[in-house]
Structures are given as structure tokens and as C-alpha cells.
């Protein structure tokens, strides 16, 4: 049995992301330790190893010695003794948990982990990149510099992994082993196509981080339809929702995880995934996380017309590029909407798990 060492900013009782996936995925056939990184330099709190689940240890490290990340950036030296003390961690985590595995191997999910890359304690390195990191800074200098640190750690894995074509393009510039990895989901898919009722108001959902991603002004226009019903799910980021909030149609839930969230999602008619195409960081949308879990329960998906989102045949994704033709593809979604085509969406999923 190997070990997988998980590395990463995400923490293993946030929303669900592609990291929880791989490491439950992971964990059928080996021993995985979720090790997350600290970031937040606020709320001081020590190191705990716990075994969330078979075969899955988390190891939530202290922040005690964490300085704001945006002076951490220009601070190579402070990187290095950071990461060399995490790997110290790491080792000494291993003990403890009489983890002795002939075969190490390391999943980054880090772009700034240099130091990690290139120790030799494991035996094969991966870099994983979920998202295009240096897009989504404004500011020159430190877009620059996180470009630089990234462009390190791609050239030092044995392996990069990427999960959409732009950022696997990218990589492949720096590293030629670099693969598209496409995110899946950890539903159990019920084989049977029940019987298909259509009924109004039109209930749509959207599942992720609610944040300025979102073409908020399409839901908003979306809302002031008598027969919608609009759900959103999931962590609010650093946006005021008060204009959404005081239209009657419009319902924000906290995150659901699990076989409550997929109950919830057989509920709704049409899923969404409305992100704002201005944005830099949604050029490289492939296939987001949401969207597997969207097709598991065999419903519609109306996006906004990124221009790298994987490609379907008609009826599985419906595209628009403005808030009114947002509204008429929701329509033509739910009036398409049949036994055919939610059998098909189940299996394009069950092809990609």
C-alpha cells in the first residue's frame, strides 16, 4: 500500500471540492494524509491529526508562524523555512501514525510549494492545478510573482495535472508530462429513470461558491419571473447579497454535502452555472466541480458561453450570453426536458466518475 500526501489550502470541513474527491478516491486502495497548509494568519490554533475516515488522516497544521500571505509572496527565504518546518511536520505526523509505506507520493495542489517538490522524501511528485492562479490577481507584481513560484513548482513534478485545456496548455510550456484531469462526483447514481413530472414555478438551483464569479445581474433578472423559484447553495464570498435577497423567488441555502445535497438537488427542475465571462479566471473554465454532480441527477445545465466549457451534444448544456437569453434557455431547457435525455446526462457522468 502507498501513501498519498495531499497538500493543500483547502480544509477537509470546507464545501467539498475536487481535493475531498481524490482523496476519498484515494483511499479505497491507500493510506492518504489530507494536509493542509495554514493561510490565515488570524484565530491561532495548533496542530491536530485526526483520522476522518478509513484510510484518510487530516492534519490541520498550526498557524503560529503564518504571516499574511501578500507579504509572504515577496518573501522567498521565509517560503523556504516555512515549507522546510511543514515537511519537518509531515515526518514527524508519519511516525506518530506508524505510517511507514515503501512508496510516498506527494498530490500538490500548492503553486508556491517549491520546497516540497523537490524533497527527496517522496518518490513520485505531482503538481495539481484547479484553477489559474496568477489569472485571478490584479495586481502586476504580485501576479508576476506567482507566476514565477508556480512556473517552479510545474518544472520540479514528475507529473502536473490540470483541469481544464487553457491551464493544461499552460503547463505544458514548462512541463511536456502535463494531463487533463476532469473533475467527478461521489454520488451514488440510482440507475432508475423514475417517472418525469414538469411543474411551476420552475425551481433552478445553482450549488457553489457564491461569490463574484456569478453573473449576478442575470439572477437578478431571473428572479423577477413569476413562475422561477431560485436556489442558491453554498459559502457566501465576499459579496453583499441584499438587492438578490429582496425578491420573493430567490432562496440562499447554506452548503449541503453529501446524500443531503443530492436530495436536494433531485428537486430541482434546471441547474446553473451563470459565471461572469469578464472575469480572467473564467477563461479557463473546462469542467467545473458542479457540474458532474448536476448531470448525476439527469437535469438540464444553463451556463454562461464560456468559451473552453467541454462541449455536449444538444440537451445536455444550454448556453447564453445575456441575462434575457439566460431566462430563454431556462425555458427551452425545462420544456425539452425528458426520460431520453436524463438517462443520457446520468451516463455522460457515469463515463466520467
Known amino acids: ?83 522546510i518546518i511543514l515537511l519537518k511536520y509531515l515526518k514527524s505526523i508519519l511516525t506518530k501514525a506508524n505510517i511507514n509505506s515503501v512508496k510516498l507520493i506527494l498530490m500538490n495542489f500548492n503553486y508556491d510549494f517549491y520546497w516540497f517538490m523537490k524533497s527527496n522524501m517522496f518518490n513520485f511528485t505531482m503538481y495539481f492545478c484547479c484553477d489559474d492562479w ?108 441584499e438587492k438578490l435577497k429582496r425578491h420573493n423567488s430567490l432562496y440562499v441555502h447554506s452548503p449541503l454535502y453529501g446524500n443531503d445535497l443530492k436530495l436536494y438537488l433531485e428537486t430541482m427542475a434546471i441547474f446553473i452555472i451563470p459565471y461572469n465571462v469578464r472575469e480572467k479566471v473564467v477563461e479557463a473554465v473546462t469542467v467545473p466541480n458542479k457540474l458532474y454532480k448536476y448531470l448525476a441527477v439527469g437535469k438540464p445545465v444553463v451556463i454562461s458561453d464560456m468559451p473552453n466549457f467541454i462541449k455536449f451534444t444538444d440537451g445536455i448544456i444550454y448556453r447564453a450570453n445575456s441575462k434575457e437569453k439566460f431566462v430563454e434557455q431556462i425555458y427551452l431547457a425545462f420544456d425539452e426536458d425528458c426520460e431520453s435525455l436524463k438517462k443520457q446526462r446520468i451516463e455522460i457522468e457515469k463515463e466520467n466518475p
Not at 38 to 64: D, F, Q
Not at 216 to 236: K, V
Open 1 to 83: 500500500m502507498s501513501t498519498i500526501i495531499i497538500v493543500t489550502r483547502y480544509k477537509w470541513t470546507a464545501i467539498p471540492k475536487i481535493t475531498h474527491q481524490i482523496a476519498r478516491e484515494m483511499a479505497k486502495y491507500n493510506q492518504v494524509v489530507f494536509f493542509e497548509t495554514p493561510t490565515n494568519c488570524m484565530n491561532k490554533h495548533c496542530t491536530k491529526v485526526t483520522e476522518v475516515e478509513k484510510n484518510i488522516i487530516r492534519c490541520s497544521i498550526s498557524n503560529w508562524m503564518i504571516i499574511p500571505s501578500r507579504v509572504a509572496e515577496f518573501m522567498p527565504i521565509y517560503k523556504y523555512i516555512n515549507q
Open 134 to 241: 496568477s489569472g485571478m490577481i490584479p495586481n502586476r507584481l504580485l501576479r508576476e510573482s506567482v507566476k514565477k513560484q508556480e512556473s517552479k513548482v510545474v518544472n520540479e513534478a514528475d507529473l502536473c495535472l490540470a483541469v481544464s485545456y487553457p491551464l493544461v496548455n499552460k503547463i505544458k510550456k514548462i512541463n511536456p508530462n502535463t494531463q487533463l484531469f476532469l473533475p467527478g462526483e461521489d454520488f451514488i447514481i440510482d440507475n432508475n429513470v423514475h417517472e418525469h413530472k414538469k411543474k411551476k414555478p420552475i425551481k433552478i438551483a445553482y450549488m457553489g461558491a457564491i461569490n463574484k464569479r456569478l453573473e449576478f445581474e442575470w439572477i437578478e433578472y431571473a428572479a423577477t419571473r413569476n413562475d422561477f423559484e431560485i436556489h442558491l447553495i453554498g459559502p457566501i464570498e465576499r459579496v453583499n447579497l
